[in-house]
């Protein structure tokens, strides 16, 4: 008798630990893996509805992002002792900030520029 074989979706066949990793979940030490073990993980199994970048623990999902980069954008009137502004300094280069920045700031009433935590009030 023919044994039938099993069609796999290609992330079934990842173990607990990557799935949970790829869903934005702790997943015991699995995010401590080398950035490019991580990096070949997520480019071959990216989620559309999530965002991960190296040097973050695990991805986020895209309405998270968005969350975060209006906590940065906004941060000039109240940053919560930089709580609001914490993901984008830690994750985004000079040159993403500027271009969030140039995109969604509050030119009018707030002012940033490369090399500075978040925006801030103009005087």
């Known amino acids: 008798m023919p044994v039938r074989k099993r069609n796999l979706t290609r992330r079934?066949?990842?173990?607990?630990?990557?799935q949970a990793w790829l869903r934005g979940e702790k997943s015991g030490f699995f995010e401590f893996k080398p950035t490019d073990e991580l990096e070949a993980l997520w480019n071959e199994y990216v989620d559309e509805n999530m965002f991960w970048g190296p040097g973050m623990p695990r991805p986020i999902s895209r309405q998270a992002l968005a969350a975060c980069e209006d906590s940065w954008v906004h941060s000039g009137t109240d940053d919560q002792y930089g709580a609001n502004s914490y993901f984008i300094v830690t994750y985004y280069n000079d040159d993403e900030k500027q271009s969030l920045w140039n995109d969604r700031g509050d030119h009018e009433n707030l002012l940033w520029t490369t090399g500075?935590?978040?925006?801030?009030?103009?005087?």
Do not use: C
């Open 12 to 18: 079934s066949a990842l173990d607990e630990s990557a």
């Open 116 to 123: 500075m935590r978040g925006p801030e009030p103009k005087p």
